[in-house]
């Protein structure tokens, strides 16, 4: 309440004492770290911070908050250093403060560090993703054997971890001596595993496309629907299949029929309709546009799909309020910050090219078909959200 009505000084009083009172009481230091965030300064932020920890040792995410404070705002990578080796020190066990010393050393280019903390992590604390990340880092640092090395042990360790079977199946098919047949054998045995995680039957379907096997990877994807019915996903999928195994008219007419079924089976999958709006001749894409936002009036797939036949239609102020409809409703989804963007180089000037950078990265997007496929390429990993935007 006192925050709300501007009386800082006194919400700062009001916290002072509570922490007198419950100093191990990890939700008010938090709570007056966000006071101080707002509107404190630099010092005030990490006086508090250090006395938190003091009282909560075992509080991860105060140790992390120091931590990124002392990196991102002081520029002090030697003093966020130091915080994480306390709070290992104070949380042994703790998965996020050993990732979040390895994500240091590697935004920093020490690899050797990061692979030094990564053994270390993988015997006192080791979880999947302290696995994974290990073998990540071989990767990005081109040593594709011991990252295949890595994924192995982790697999009989965690075989229903999907992410790991994703990563040996990729890296088997990216391999020359391997090649599709292994990387085939890699999936099936992963999905045999993980029967329920779509990204990995995707995966598999991805790897048949890529080796042009059509109906492969047609069959791949009805096994997948057979386990995992109603997922627009595996939908969406299967109709591009059917677009790109017979390129034309022909191939068109049959991914129209299976959207068809699929909208059938999910009717209100804004995936699916905005998919539908844009697949649809031109003459009809308005009367798809309205019967998708019937069903999905809400749906920031569909609002997108609009903004861009807007776009299209060079409808310029009614393109760019859809567009600011759709970040606003889902600030998350990186598709719509990156059409967004594009538009405004197009038609907009330099001062709406600033804002929807400044707003894209205050929003740090980390979800879209075609923003995952730049921000998770290996050589894009230490791009910048504004930087990803561009690309």
């Avoid at 800082?8 to 009172?21: F, K, M, N, S, W």
């Avoid at 590697?106 to 270390?120: C, I, M, Q, S, V």
């Avoid at 760019?320 to 907009?348: C, H, I, M």
Wanted: proline residues 4%; contains cysteine.
């Amino acid at each position: 309440a006192c925050m709300a009505r501007g009386s800082i000084t006194t919400a700062r009083a009001l916290y002072a004492h509570a922490l007198e009172v419950l100093p191990t009481k990890k939700s008010l230091w938090l709570s007056a770290a966000h006071l101080e965030k707002l509107h404190g300064n630099r010092d005030s932020l990490d006086t508090l911070l250090q006395r938190a920890v003091t009282h909560c040792p075992k509080a991860e995410v105060l140790w992390l908050m120091g931590a990124k404070e002392r990196w991102i705002t002081h520029k002090d990578v030697a003093g966020a250093r130091r915080i994480l080796q306390l709070a290992s020190a104070a949380n042994p066990d703790s998965e996020q403060i050993w990732l979040a010393a390895v994500k240091l050393h590697g935004e920093t280019n020490e690899p050797d560090k990061a692979r030094t903390f990564l053994a270390r992590a993988r015997e006192v604390a080791p979880t999947q993703r302290v696995w994974l990340k290990s073998a990540i880092l071989e990767r990005e640092e081109g040593d594709m054997h011991a990252a295949k090395a890595l994924l192995d042990e982790a697999l009989v360790k965690f075989p229903t971890f999907d992410k790991l079977w994703m990563m040996r199946g990729q890296l088997a098919e990216q391999d020359p001596a391997a090649g599709v047949e292994t990387a085939r054998e890699v999936f099936q045995r992963g999905v045999k595993s993980c029967p329920h995680s779509i990204p990995l039957w995707l995966c598999a379907t991805k790897l048949e496309e890529n080796a042009a096997l059509m109906a492969k990877a047609r069959a791949v994807l009805e096994k997948a629907r057979l386990l995992n019915p109603k997922c627009p996903e595996l939908w969406l999928a299967a109709i591009r299949v059917e677009v790109a195994a017979a390129p034309g008219a022909s191939g068109k007419k049959a991914g129209m029929a299976l959207l068809a079924k699929a909208l059938q089976e999910c009717p209100t999958s804004g995936l699916l309709w905005a998919e539908a709006v844009l697949m649809e001749a031109k003459p009809q894409q308005r009367a798809r546009s309205l019967g998708a936002l019937r069903r999905c009036e809400n749906d920031p797939h569909v609002i997108l799909a609009v903004a861009r036949l807007f776009w299209q239609d060079r409808k310029l102020d009614k393109a760019r309020s859809w567009f600011n409809r759709v970040v606003a409703l889902n600030p998350d989804l990186g598709d719509a910050w990156a059409t967004f963007y594009k538009f405004e180089v197009q038609y907009g000037g330099e001062k709406e090219q600033a804002e929807v950078v400044t707003r894209c990265v205050a929003a740090d997007p980390h979800h879209g078909e075609q923003w995952c496929k730049v921000s998770k390429a290996i050589e894009n990993r230490k791009l910048q959200t504004d930087q990803i935007l561009k690309r």
